[in-house]
């Protein structure tokens, strides 16, 4: 389990809106045992963004547990997130972290390159995410990468998250590849039961802790 301080593991969640039930689809996510929350939200309807992220960030700060805004960093800080992720389209991780500030989670998407993640492990990223490993729903044409990209960016010493097409019956191999945590969108908030979604997804990394 991961809290606002501690080392990402486990289920990164990433929001699908927009939605109309979004804040209740992430809570519960979280109560089935998500460890990270990213907010992600393709609009340009900034009151919107602005006042579902407020929502989100009380929601995580009661569940102890970060949240991540995609892409836009001025609403990280307006919403008082713990970071922002970032991607080759967006604000570099440099200008993100003088904004931020040197508490903020800042995670960058490094594709299928190692030489991205080796770029940005030494410019400070906090962890560094890979994929998509599988077909995605939410992004068909996303980039391919493999379980061994995996393996060699462990050299790195961050926390990697995998994403891009997962469920439960494929994450198994890119955590044992070495995935810290797996960021999924379509088979956590498509599903009918979210929180039970959730949790068969937090027990591929801590099994014990829904018989607690
Ligand atoms: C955890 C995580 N990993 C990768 C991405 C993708 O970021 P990006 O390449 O910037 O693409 P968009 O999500 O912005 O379409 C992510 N959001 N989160
Ligand atoms: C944002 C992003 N980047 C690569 S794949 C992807 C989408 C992941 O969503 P899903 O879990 O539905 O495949
Ligand atoms: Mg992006």
Known sequence: ???????????????????????????????????????????????????ETRALQALC??????????????????????GV???????????ARARLG????????????????????AAGA????FGAFFASPTKPHARVATPRLLREAKAFGLPLVAIGGITHDNAR???DAGADAVAVISALFGARDVRAAARRFSDLFDPDASRR
């Open 1 to 51: 389990m991961t809290s606002t301080s501690g080392r990402l593991r486990g289920l990164y969640a990433i929001s699908d809106g927009p939605r109309a039930d979004l804040v209740d689809a992430c809570a519960a996510a979280l109560a089935g045992g998500a460890s990270v929350l990213q907010y992600r939200d393709k609009t340009t309807d900034a009151p919107r963004r602005l006042a």
């Open 61 to 82: 700060a009661r569940h102890r547990v970060p949240l991540i805004v995609n892409d836009d960093v001025d609403l990280a800080l307006a919403c008082g997130a713990a």
């Open 85 to 95: 992720h970032l991607g080759e389209d967006d604000a570099t991780p440099a200008t």
């Open 102 to 121: 040197a508490r903020a989670i800042i995670g960058v998407s490094c594709y299928d390159s190692i030489e991205r993640a080796r770029h940005y492990a």
């Open 126 to 129: 906090d962890y560094l995410a």
């Open 173 to 175: 191999g890119l955590i």
